[in-house]
């Protein structure tokens, strides 16, 4: 079956920790994206992909990273930087970007708690 | 800059239609439909482009109207699986590469 996946679904971790949120895709898209979405709010884009080994910060960058070394591969690192990390995670792709016409869907996400 | 949706909420019975509403004030390239259940993620409903495309499901309708840059979702003979939170998200002319979403609309559709 083709499609997005994001592990774990739960994630926990203490203050000053860094951690990686894995995402693959198995669907040949180009593009992937990083959204962050708080209780009872809207998504906000964090990291964007467009090819492999190039990515360009969206509008919530500070405290994260990313790479790119693989097509189907989209993995984020939450660092210690990050201020209030405590939040649902998704991740999505888009066969050829959203530049291109593209729709875009959505992994299952990551539920990232950190005390 | 953050779309606007209107209303914020509205509750349905069943069989009764609704119209979501997305408002830019920046010249838009696409708007992206989804919707939303409680703890899950976001699923794809419609793209519509700038120039009249439209891809997404055979029971979805939406339009986009270039020149108000403002897009609507058009939910008829609504059923309790359209209970949701639906987000309208818009690529601009500037930025096509990445979407800005609205703060999301709340369905309740009720028996």
């Known amino acids: 079956d083709g499609g997005i996946t994001q592990s774990p679904k739960y994630l926990f971790r203490k203050e000053g920790q860094n951690v990686t949120l894995s995402c693959e895709q198995n669907?040949?898209?180009?593009?992937m994206y990083w959204y962050r979405q708080d209780p009872g709010q809207g998504l906000r884009l964090i990291y964007y992909s467009q090819i492999v080994n190039d990515f360009q910060k969206g509008d919530i960058a500070e405290g994260y990273s990313v790479s790119r070394e693989k097509k189907e591969s989209f993995p984020l690192t939450v660092t210690s930087a990050q201020k209030n990390p405590t939040a649902f995670y998704l991740c999505a792709s888009s066969p050829r970007g959203l530049a291109g016409g593209g729709e875009q869907y959505f992994g299952p996400g990551t539920r990232l708690t950190v005390t | 800059q953050q779309p606007v949706q209107s209303p914020q909420a509205v509750i349905l019975r069943e069989g009764e239609d609704a119209v979501i509403n997305c408002s830019s004030s920046?010249?838009?390239?696409?708007v992206h439909w989804y919707r939303q259940k409680h703890g899950e993620a976001p699923v794809f409903l419609m793209i519509l482009l700038k120039g009249g495309e439209q891809k997404g499901h055979e029971k979805i309708s939406a339009s986009f109207n270039e020149k108000k840059q403002q897009s609507s979702l058009y939910l008829t003979a609504s059923q309790l699986s359209y209970s949701g939170t639906y987000f309208c998200?818009?690529?601009?002319?500037?930025?096509?590469?990445?979407?800005?979403f609205g703060a999301g609309t709340i369905l309740r559709v009720k028996s």
């Open positions: 669907l040949n898209h180009d593009a």
């Open positions: 920046k010249a838009l390239y696409s």
């Open positions: 998200g818009t690529a601009t002319m500037e930025y096509g590469n990445k979407l800005v």
